[in-house]
């Protein structure tokens, strides 16, 4: 048996109100997001940023990649491009952020060729170095 034309069901009608729906729309968020929903990401995210430059940045970095995956954040996965030694983590950033950067604006596409092009002259990693340096040209 269908419900009749115009008929509303009670979900539907609870979602007509604006802060229900929102409530919904961002449990529904939560779901598809995965771990990265949890509301411990944000801290651990944190903690890549804060730690940047010290001696606990590499933990944090593979702490946080070990548990979530690369961040979707933009200045976090460019901070990852200073791991110096994890060639395979470094080039699945780098090919993040190539696909990130197309949405960006030029001079943000030009900000990064040149991190791009300067992570290429300065690595000891050869394979970083030609990554790099591919991706720099694609962008």
């Known amino acids: ?3 009749k034309k115009g008929h509303k069901s009670c979900i539907e009608k609870r979602l007509e109100d604006p802060r229900i729906k929102n409530q919904y729309l961002k449990r529904v968020e939560q779901l598809f997001k995965g771990a990265k929903g949890d509301p ?12 940047f430059g010290t001696s606990r ?3 944090e ?6 548990k979530y995956g690369l961040p979707d954040d933009w200045g976090a996965l460019v901070l ?9 983590m470094v080039i699945e950033t780098m090919e993040k952020l190539l696909e990130l950067s197309r949405g960006l604006s030029g ?11 300067t ?13 790099a340096q591919e991706i720099a040209e694609e962008i």
């Open 80 to 88: 990852l491009l200073d791991l110096d030694g994890e060639t395979e």
């Open 40 to 51: 411990a990401h944000e801290k651990d995210l944190q903690r890549i940023h804060d730690s």
């Open 107 to 117: 001079p943000e596409k030009k900000g990064l060729r040149s991190k791009l092009r």
């Open 57 to 59: 940045f590499r933990k």
């Open 61 to 66: 970095a593979k702490k946080y990649i070990k």
């Open 119 to 131: 992570l290429s002259f300065t690595t000891r990693d050869t394979l970083v170095a030609e990554v």
């Open 1 to 3: 048996m269908g419900r």
